[in-house]
C-alpha cells in the first residue's frame, strides 16, 4: 500500500485539484483507492461526491485511532456508480471524509505520539493499493502527522515567485523531518499545476524550477483549466467529464499517476544533497 501525501505550502496552488485528479485516474485504473481528507475545509470529500452519513469523519477516527475501525468508516465515492461494470471486481474508491473537526490537530506542537495517529488509523486496513492524502496547505501538525503516515510525498506548485520559494522551503522541512522521524519517507516529486500555456513569466518560472529541483519536477505538468470549478461543482471526475479538454486533462493526470507511483530511492537521495 502506498500512502502519499499531497501537500503544498502555499494555499491556492490546486493541491485538492491534485488530489481529485490523481483519485480519478488511480479509479480509472482500476487502482483500489482510499482518499484520506485531512484539510478542515473538506473540498475533496465535496469534490469525490460524498454523501451524508453516520460514519466518524476522519477527524472522529483520529480522536481514538486504535479503536476507529477504519474499514467501517469509509464512504464510497459518489464517481464510483459511473464506472460501468466490466464482470471483474467492482471499483473501489473511498473516502475517509474530512471535518473541520481536524482542525484541533492542525498545531506546530504535536510530539512524536500525536503525529502516529494517522498511522495508527490506516493499520487498520490492507484493502488498497494507493491512499492519497490531502493535507491543509501549512506544515502544522496535520501535515507532519500525514507526513509520517506516508511512503512519499508529493508537492503541488503553481509556476509563481511565491510558490516556488515556498516549494523550495516545504524541500527542506521534508528533510528535516525525515531525519528527526521518517527516514523512510520519499519525496516523490513537485507536480506544476496550472500552468498557463503562452505565459512568458510560467515558462520563465519552470525553467527556474527544473534548474532548482531537477528530477524531482514532475511531468507531465497540468495546465490551467477553465472548467475545473464546474467539474469540482457537480462532483464528477475529470475521466467522466465530457469535452476534448477534460479527456486532455484526464490523459495528463493517467500519466502523472503512473510516474508519481514509479519514483523512488532516486528522488531521496537527491534531496538530501
Known amino acids: 500500500m502506498q500512502v502519499v501525501s499531497i501537500s503544498s505550502l502555499k494555499g491556492g496552488v490546486g493541491k485538492t485539484s491534485v488530489t481529485t485528479g490523481l483519485a480519478s485516474a488511480a479509479l480509472a485504473a482500476g487502482i483500489p483507492t482510499l482518499v484520506v481528507d485531512l484539510d478542515p475545509h473538506a473540498d475533496a470529500s465535496t469534490a469525490l461526491g460524498v454523501q451524508p452519513s453516520d460514519k466518524l469523519d476522519i477527524g472522529r477516527m483520529l480522536k481514538n485511532p486504535r479503536k476507529a475501525r477504519l474499514p467501517e468508516n469509509v464512504v464510497p465515492s459518489g464517481w464510483t456508480s459511473r464506472v460501468a461494470p466490466n464482470g471483474s471486481a467492482p471499483a473501489v474508491l473511498d473516502v475517509a471524509v474530512g471535518s473541520a473537526y481536524t482542525g484541533v490537530y492542525d498545531r506546530p506542537d504535536l510530539g512524536k505520539r500525536d503525529l502516529r495517529r494517522l498511522s495508527a488509523v ?13 493535507c491543509p496547505p501549512s506544515l502544522n501538525g496535520l501535515t507532519r502527522m500525514a507526513w509520517s503516515a506516508s511512503t512519499k510525498v508529493a508537492l503541488v506548485a503553481e509556476p509563481g515567485l511565491f510558490s516556488v520559494a515556498g516549494t523550495e522551503r516545504t524541500m527542506r522541512a521534508i528533510q528535516l523531518f525525515r531525519q528527526e ?48 470549478q464546474q467539474i469540482q461543482g457537480a462532483a464528477h471526475s475529470i475521466h467522466h467529464w465530457p469535452g476534448d479538454s477534460a479527456k486532455s486533462a484526464a490523459a495528463l493526470f493517467d500519466t502523472l499517476l503512473a510516474n508519481l507511483m514509479s519514483t523512488g530511492r532516486a528522488n531521496r537521495s537527491r534531496v538530501n544533497r
Not at 193 to 209: D, K, Q, Y
Open 122 to 134: 490506516l493499520a487498520g486496513t490492507d484493502k488498497y493499493q494507493l491512499v492519497l492524502v490531502d
Open 181 to 228: 522521524f521518517a527516514p523512510n519517507l520519499t519525496p516523490a516529486g513537485i507536480v506544476a499545476n496550472r500552468v498557463r500555456t503562452g505565459s512568458s513569466e510560467h515558462a520563465f518560472r519552470l525553467a527556474e524550477m527544473q534548474s532548482m529541483f531537477g528530477d524531482l519536477l514532475l511531468a507531465p505538468h497540468i495546465p490551467e483549466q477553465a472548467n475545473w
